[in-house]
């Protein structure tokens, strides 16, 4: 089951990090890895690791089912 079948409330959800959000609206402007890495001063390694954070804390299988789900919960504006 992935994380968008679950009913969860909001208040469930991990509480995102300034650095995860960073990342999160990076990956939603299309900014591929290696613009992201130069945009926040930060490594391949470090944002593989915050990339893979979001998904294990809100139980997702890839980094769109987290986009989605930050959509839903008003992270994130279309």
């Known amino acids: 089951m992935d994380c968008l079948e679950e009913l969860f409330e909001p208040a469930q959800y991990t509480v995102l990090s300034r650095r995860q959000t960073e990342v999160l609206r ?44 930050a959509l839903r919960q008003g992270l994130l504006e279309v």
């Open 26 to 69: 990076c990956i939603w402007d299309g900014l591929p890895s290696k613009s992201i890495c130069e945009k926040l001063g930060m490594t391949r390694k470090t944002l593989e690791f915050h990339r893979g954070n979001l998904m294990r804390n809100w139980r997702c299988d890839n980094i769109m089912q987290v986009i989605r789900l």
